[in-house]
């Protein structure tokens, strides 16, 4: 049983053959499936604008680029990807790692609020495992403290906060489209921007995601602005307008499974249920990591961790404190949350996961 399963059937492969036999699979060219998959992702989430780049990477470093973060602080959660951090260094900020609530994993808004100095430019709260952050006290602090902030909804498509998708909350909010993802593409990535400066920059990103370039007139183009390769392909795009046809029926079923893990499994931790959660991730915690990912792998039952704190790794070496975050990613791991489990497949999971756990 995999970690991740994308869910896939015949439209998909119809919509990767139209695009095959077009001829034009990068973007702005041929059957405009990278404009129509925007367009569609826009009113989904009901933002302001959306933009897409080739993968959730991009899109932090490109959203980072709206604003000047250069020598000044950005607060983000440790317990994260990689490239949540890696995107404040693309742009010459400084992270500054602060702990998440310990019932929900997500950055707490109290330890974001002790850590604000003169040099803070910007909040970036990650909705850990597509579960929603506290979106309207982090808001709160951007009022007070006059900060950015940039969402990091890479496990949240179609997860919501306050009756509103995710997406439509932030100044920009970015997602990934990584196979894994509940919205998944080849490789992928989305901006949403709800900035009264949306318009500006809509024209800012279009630009840097095709090598700075801008003002074309057919053949002819000049280059302001130091750019990058980041654009999304025609393939990509067209399976991910069938993933977002079927968005809320995949992450129904997700949220089916959620309810019965939740109710069945008698861990020590688990992640809370709340529909309004994307379940990207169903993180439990366990006695034992490595023998439970041993024996859960003889029974060819796939088990992930997510993730080792970014503060500890070699490059960041940072001296911050964060007990909560430090504690759980000792015994943390991920059970196999995907549409394409079957009933048989989540009795087997939730039956060995209480029997390994302890
Ligand atoms: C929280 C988080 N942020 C950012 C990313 C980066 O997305 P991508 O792999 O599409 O570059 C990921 C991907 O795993 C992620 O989980």
Redesign the pocket.
Known sequence: MKLFDPSVDNNEENAIKKVLHSHFWASGTGIGKVLEFEEKFRKYTKASRCISVN??????HLALSLFNIKNKEVILPSL??V??AHAIIYNGGIPIFVDVKPDTLCIDPEMIKKSITKKTAMILP?H?AGFPCDLDEIIELRGKFNLEIIE?A??AAGASYKNKKIGSHGNAV?F???P??NLAMP???AITLNDKNERGFTEDLKSKRWMGISNRKGSKYDVKDIGWNYYMNEFSAAIGIEQLKKLDKTNSKRKEIACRYSKELHVEQKIPFNRNCSY?IFWITVNNRDNFIKKMQQNKIEIGI?YLPIHKMKFYNSKSKLPITEKITKNIVSLPIHPNLTDDDIDKIIKLTNKFSK
Request: hydrophobic residues 35%; contains cysteine; glycine residues 12%.
């Open positions: 993968s959730g990477t991009a899109a932090l994260s990807f490239s949540t990650v850990f990091d890479a496990h970015c990934s489209f990584h894994v993802k490789s992928g990535g990207h997510h």
